[in-house]
């Protein structure tokens, strides 16, 4: 174990304390977690050593800020990015009591998570892809950098309501500009791997919700990472998430079903689920 590396792990862990140990619960002890009002999620660390991804929740007068962070990197690294990137946007949250402008905050904080995240990696290869989705009621706003997957169940089917940064939805953008040809985009669909994400040389904007969703009652939010969507379709997971189950169960039971696939590289997964709080009244305004 050299200087350098035993120099980065103390940073990390001073950093970690530093920042309130907001930690996501990894592993097998997410499925303890107790039941919270609105809002329940479950990891898998699939066949890697160390689960990189992070989960925060902020539920304040404001409305709900839920983020998760997918780390990108070896050893610690991804872990430690991740947790930083999340840092940055519950940081920029916490503040508000009212949030009149959810882009111009995610525009905001995300940059400033990505000049985080390059602060405390330095040299090292990483960074953390990660998405935010703020409700306050009656509308929906999130933002994302890299391939977290953001979909709504309403009406007992599932609608995903995000695209990615990922180099076949970059080549489907691309060709529906007219900027390369449909051979070009045919070839590139197959290519999953991310364009975008805080901590990357050359970081890029970020995607964002335009226009909000409109929220109905009964609404579910679902995010999650590679190691969830990458094992499961949406048909999968809709019919998980029609179970007569808690929303806890429900996480429980899609990280179950991932960990049942015989895939020999699954990713760390996290799915996170979100209820819109949403009334009948409220949908009146």
């Not at 050299?2 to 103390?10: A, K, L, R």
């Not at 430690?80 to 009149?100: F, I, R, S, T, W």
């Not at 007992?156 to 990615?164: A, R, V």
């Not at 290519?191 to 969703?213: A, C, H, M, Q």
């Amino acid at each position: 174990m050299t200087t350098e590396w035993i120099i980065f792990s103390g940073i990390g862990i001073l950093l970690l304390i530093l920042t309130g140990m907001r930690l996501a619960i990894p592993g097998e002890t997410a499925k303890e977690q107790p039941e919270n009002e609105g809002w329940a999620f479950s990891q898998t660390t699939g066949n890697k050593e160390i689960q990189a991804d992070i989960v925060q929740v902020c539920q304040s007068r404001a409305g709900t800020m839920a983020v998760l962070a997918d780390g990108i990197g070896k050893e610690n690294t991804g872990k430690l990015a991740a947790q930083v990137a999340a840092d940055a946007v519950l940081d920029a949250y916490e503040p508000y009591h009212v949030l009149n402008n959810p882009e111009y905050l995610f525009r905001t904080a995300f940059l400033e998570a990505h000049s985080r995240v390059r602060r405390t990696i330095g040299e090292r290869r990483g960074g953390a892809g990660m998405g935010a989705v703020f409700m306050n009621g009656r509308r929906l706003y999130y933002a994302l950098a890299g391939d977290i997957r953001i979909a709504l169940l309403r009406n007992k089917e599932i609608i995903p309501i995000s695209k990615g940064q990922t180099m076949n939805v970059l080549a489907k953008d691309a060709y529906d500009n007219g900027l390369i040809s449909r051979q070009e985009t045919i070839w590139s669909l197959e290519e999953t791997r991310i364009w975008n994400y805080l901590g990357k040389d050359g970081f890029r904007e970020i995607e964002v919700s335009n226009p909000p969703v409109t929220l109905k009652p009964g609404d579910l939010v679902l995010m999650a990472s590679r190691g969830i969507y990458a094992e499961l379709s949406w048909a999968e997971i809709e019919e998980l998430l029609l179970k007569d189950l808690t929303m806890k169960e429900k996480a429980d039971g899609i990280v179950r079903e991932t960990e049942k696939k015989t895939a020999s590289d699954k990713e760390n997964g996290t799915v996170l689920l979100l209820t819109s709080e949403v009334t009948d009244e409220k949908n009146q305004f």
